[in-house]
């Protein structure tokens, strides 16, 4: 019985967002080849990955203040978009590279938000190329809001979107950190993995999110395990692990072993 997993590559693990747009192709090739490998351990192994932006859109997305919206240049809706294309095409080329039958879909050309939220987002053609055998590719990207004109949309957006039409079994988010911490593991001198998110601790752990020192880390963080959580909410037979994509060989060893006790396990 075939398994349908989303697969996130996260912006800090494939770029370095401290640089302007500066790929890690090193990491990129190696987990391309790892999700080539555990797809040919597993024919039935069915995949929709994405991926963030990283070093790429966030820094025309900042230059230009597109998430705030009400434009006065669009050209800075233009560069953002090119920008996220360009990390996209390095993201697709790898993966093809390793064999793996990956197939960008622009988020922007059918994405539709209000007020940052999105609303709309064509899912045939993710639903058609997954009945070929192809695996489709999505990524964060600027998008149409009918409030403020434009917005941003993340990669986590785009998979809640999806997952409530397609219900994958299973959600990976591979990043730069091994989970969900306490603090910011890369400023926090002190600071634990959280093992498991349940809806025995979700408060808990929200809480601990909103005041942790590290804004950056956490702040983000903090907004991917809300729109996460809400999901496994709404479908209680979904699980979420959030691994590092750092140690070589993990990425494939989850895919492989969905019972792999790695990172941190968000589910209802």
Same mark, same amino acid.
């Given at each position: 019985?075939?398994?349908?997993?989303?697969?996130?590559?996260?912006?800090?693990?494939?770029?370095?967002?401290?640089?302007?747009?500066?790929?890690?192709?090193?990491?990129?090739?190696?987990?391309?080849?790892?999700?080539?490998?555990?797809?040919?351990?597993?024919?039935?192994?069915?995949?929709?990955?994405?991926?963030?932006?990283?070093?790429?859109?966030?820094?025309?997305?900042?230059?230009?203040?597109?998430?705030?919206?009400?434009?006065?240049?669009?050209?800075?809706?233009?560069?953002?978009?090119?920008?996220?294309?360009?990390? %996209?095409?390095?993201?697709?080329?790898?993966?093809?590279?390793?064999?793996?039958?990956?197939?960008?879909?622009?988020? *922007?050309?059918?994405?539709?938000?209000?007020?940052?939220?999105?609303?709309?987002?064509?899912?045939?053609?993710?639903?058609?190329?997954?009945?070929?055998?192809?695996?489709?590719?999505?990524?964060?990207?600027?998008?149409? %809001?009918?409030?403020?004109?434009?917005?941003?949309? *993340?990669?986590?957006?785009?998979?809640?979107?999806?997952?409530?039409?397609?219900?994958?079994?299973?959600?990976?988010?591979?990043?730069?950190?091994?989970?969900?911490? *306490?603090? %910011?593991?890369?400023?926090?001198?002190?600071?634990?993995?959280?093992?498991?998110?349940?809806?025995?601790?979700?408060?808990?752990?929200?809480?601990?999110?909103? *005041?942790?020192?590290?804004?950056?880390?956490?702040?983000?963080?903090?907004?991917?395990?809300?729109?996460?959580?809400?999901?496994?909410?709404?479908?209680?037979?979904?699980?979420?692990?959030?691994?590092?994509?750092?140690?070589?060989? &993990?990425?494939?060893?989850?895919? &492989?072993?969905? %019972?792999?006790?790695?990172?941190?396990?968000?589910?209802?």
């Amino acid at each position: 019985m075939s398994e349908l997993v989303f697969v996130k590559l996260g912006g800090s693990l494939i770029t370095d967002k401290r640089r302007y747009e500066t790929a890690r192709p090193a990491i990129i090739t190696r987990v391309a080849a790892e999700i080539a490998a555990a797809l040919r351990a597993r024919p039935d192994l069915r995949l929709v990955l994405g991926h963030g932006s990283g070093s790429y859109g966030h820094f025309a997305a900042a230059k230009y203040q597109i998430q705030q919206g009400n434009l006065q240049d669009w050209m800075g809706y233009a560069e953002t978009g090119a920008a996220a294309q360009r990390l %996209d095409r390095l993201v697709a080329d790898s993966l093809l590279a390793e064999g793996v039958p990956a197939a960008s879909l622009q988020p *922007s050309a059918s994405a539709r938000c209000t007020d940052g939220e999105l609303v709309e987002l064509a899912i045939e053609p993710v639903t058609t190329l997954l009945q070929h055998g192809i695996v489709p590719l999505v990524y964060g990207d600027v998008a149409l %809001d009918t409030v403020k004109g434009c917005c941003i949309i *993340s990669t986590e957006q785009i998979f809640v979107h999806l997952a409530r039409v397609l219900r994958p079994q299973r959600i990976l988010m591979v990043g730069e950190v091994a989970g969900v911490f *306490s603090g %910011d593991p890369q400023r926090d001198a002190i600071v634990r993995l959280v093992p498991e998110i349940n809806a025995r601790n979700y408060a808990e752990i929200e809480h601990m999110l909103s *005041s942790s020192f590290g804004v950056d880390v956490t702040g983000g963080m903090l907004s991917k395990v809300r729109l996460l959580w809400k999901l496994a909410s709404e479908q209680p037979n979904l699980t979420v692990r959030m691994i590092t994509g750092r140690r070589a060989g &993990l990425v494939q060893d989850v895919l &492989l072993k969905p %019972d792999l006790q790695e990172g941190t396990l968000l589910h209802y």
